[in-house]
C-alpha cells in the first residue's frame, strides 16, 4: 500500500540519545544511534522505499519521564521539541511532531503542550509511562489527581496522547529478575503500559474528559486482549469492583476512548483481533522504527489478510482524521 502514514517512529535529542544504547548490543547501537539522530536522510529514503508518506515524530524512551529533576525534565523537554520543530519545519510535508513533556510538574506539562501544539503545529504528545520524581525509586502514573488540569487542557486542545511504553522499577521487578530476556519489548513493556492504561480507565478520567483520546501501541499493549475479563471483574457493575471510579464499563472506554497501533506487532491475527475488539476506525498502522525496521512492518501490513476498505483506513484514513491531516 502507498501513501501510509505513520506515527510510533522515534528520533533522539543530544540529551537523551544514551537513553536507547541499553537496548542494543555493542556491534548493533552505532546504527541504530545514526538513525535516530538522523531525519532527513536514510529516513527518508526508506519511508520512500516503504509506501510511507508521512510520519509524526516522538522522542526516544524513557528520557524525559526518567529526570528525577523536576527543572531539568523541563528543559530536556523544551529542548527536545524545538529541536524537532526545527526539524519538521524543514520537511513539513514528511513530517509530524509529538510533544515531550515534563510530566514531572503538571502545570509545566500542561504549559508545554499548549506552545507545542498552538505556536509550533504538534499533532499531540507522547509520554513514556510514569515520571520518576525526585528520586529513581519513584513512580507517578498520570491517573493521579495532580494531573486531571493537565488532562483538562488535552482535552481542550483537542489532541491526542500516546501512551508509550517503559520498563517497571527495579523493585517491581521481582518476577523477572533472573530473566532478563522478560524486560523491554518482549513483555515488560507492555505488562507496564497495560496496567497504566488500565489506571487512566478506572480512575474515572473519561467521565471527566469524555473526548479524550489515548493512543496504545503494539496493537494494544495487552490491554485488547484481556478488555473483556477486565471489564466483567473490575467495572463499577462487575463482580469485584474495589476502588474503582469509573461509571461505565471498562470495555466501552477501551473502545471509545483509545486507538492502537501496529507498531512493533506484525501479527495479522493480532490486528484482527483489534479489529474485532474496537472497529477499523480505531487501528492505525505504525513502525517503531528504529527500533523495528520500516520494512518488516509495511512488507507485512501490505500483504496482510484484511479487506482493502480496512488496510486504507488502518494505513491511512484513521490517522488523517484523528491528527485533521490535510
Not at 502514514?5 to 546504527?31: C, K, M, N, V, Y
Request: charged letters at 25%.
Amino acid at each position: 500500500m502507498q501513501h501510509k502514514i505513520a506515527l510510533e517512529e522515534h528520533f533522539a535529542s543530544p540529551d537523551t540519545i544514551g537513553d536507547s544504547q541499553r537496548f542494543f548490543t555493542g556491534d548493533i547501537w552505532p546504527q541504530r544511534r545514526r538513525q535516530l539522530l538522523d531525519l532527513h536522510e536514510e529516513r527518508i529514503e526508506r519511508m520512500d522505499a516503504c509506501g510511507i508518506d508521512y510520519a509524526i515524530l516522538s522522542l526516544n524512551a524513557p528520557a524525559v519521564q526518567a529526570i528525577t529533576d523536576t527543572q531539568q525534565a523541563i528543559d530536556v523537554a523544551r529542548r527536545a521539541n524545538d529541536l524537532l520543530a526545527e526539524q519538521v519545519a524543514r520537511r513539513p510535508d514528511r513530517f509530524g511532531a509529538f510533544a515531550a513533556l515534563p510530566m514531572q510538574d503538571p502545570d509545566a506539562a500542561a504549559r508545554e503542550l499548549v506552545r507545542t501544539v498552538s505556536e509550533l503545529g504538534f499533532k499531540g504528545a507522547l509520554v513514556n509511562g510514569f515520571s520518576q520524581i525526585g528520586s529513581v525509586e519513584n513512580a507517578t502514573y498520570c491517573d493521579l489527581s495532580q494531573y486531571w488540569s493537565f488532562w483538562g487542557e488535552v482535552a481542550r486542545l483537542n489532541v491526542p496522547f500516546y501512551l508509550h511504553p517503559r520498563n517497571p522499577l527495579p523493585s517491581q521487578q521481582l518476577a523477572i529478575e533472573g530473566h532478563p530476556w522478560l524486560m523491554g519489548p518482549a513483555w515488560a513493556f507492555s505488562a507496564e503500559t497495560g496496567v497504566h492504561a488500565l489506571r487512566l480507565i478506572g480512575s474515572g478520567l473519561f467521565d471527566a474528559y469524555p473526548s479524550l483520546q489515548v493512543i496504545l501501541g503494539h496493537l494494544g499493549e495487552l490491554v485488547q486482549n484481556n478488555i473483556w475479563r477486565t471489564s466483567h471483574w473490575a467495572s463499577a457493575s462487575g463482580k469485584n469492583p474495589l476502588g474503582v471510579r469509573a461509571k461505565r464499563p471498562f470495555i466501552d472506554y477501551f473502545r471509545e476512548n483509545f486507538y492502537v497501533t501496529t507498531s512493533g506487532n506484525f501479527r495479522t491475527i493480532a490486528m484482527r483481533n483489534a479489529i474485532d475488539e474496537l472497529g477499523s476506525d480505531r487501528v492505525m498502522f505504525s513502525s517503531d522504527y528504529p527500533f523495528e525496521a520500516m520494512e518488516e512492518a509495511s512488507g507485512w501490513f501490505d500483504r496482510a489478510e484484511i479487506n482493502d476498505n480496512d488496510r486504507q483506513k488502518i494505513g491511512r484514513d484513521n490517522a488523517r482524521r484523528l491528527f485533521r491531516l490535510s
